[in-house]
């Protein structure tokens, strides 16, 4: 049973960084997915944030978000991160990690439906 964990959310004033990690149990490092961000506000759908294939050589990234956010792997802990800077109101949102099937590469990586696993969701707040 592969279970998702996000951490790292809090809050901040416009401007700032905030990091998120994504980590994963019950599966062995040498599965490879493509593993996600994506964000929710109340009253709107989740959207997409950030996609990387964990074998390498795919990053992908919401026009909203791109030359903002990072989108990286950590082979040593076997997490996703995503880095965050220059936050705007704007990303205030509820971000979730998402797992898709082991081996997996799809470009239409926003579609909420490739994903297998979820986590709870971590709350970033930017206000000042």
């Known amino acids: 049973q592969v279970q998702v964990v996000e951490s790292g959310g809090g809050s901040v004033q416009p401007g700032g960084s905030l990091r998120l990690s994504c980590a994963a149990s019950?599966?062995?490092?040498?599965?490879?997915?493509?593993v996600s961000w994506f964000r929710q506000t109340p009253g709107k759908e989740r959207e997409g944030v950030a996609a990387i294939y964990t074998g390498g050589g795919y990053t992908y990234y919401a026009s909203s978000v791109k030359g903002r956010f990072t989108i990286s792997l950590d082979n040593a802990e076997n997490t996703v991160s995503l880095q965050m800077n220059s936050l705007e109101p704007e990303d205030t949102a509820m971000y979730y990690c998402?797992?898709?099937?082991?081996?997996?590469?799809?470009?239409?990586?926003?579609?909420?439906?490739?994903?297998?696993?979820w986590g709870q969701g971590t709350q970033v707040t930017v206000s000042s």
């Open positions: 998402a797992h898709g099937p082991p081996y997996t590469v799809f470009t239409n990586w926003s579609s909420q439906g490739r994903y297998s696993h």
């Open positions: 019950g599966y062995t490092s040498r599965i490879k997915f493509m």
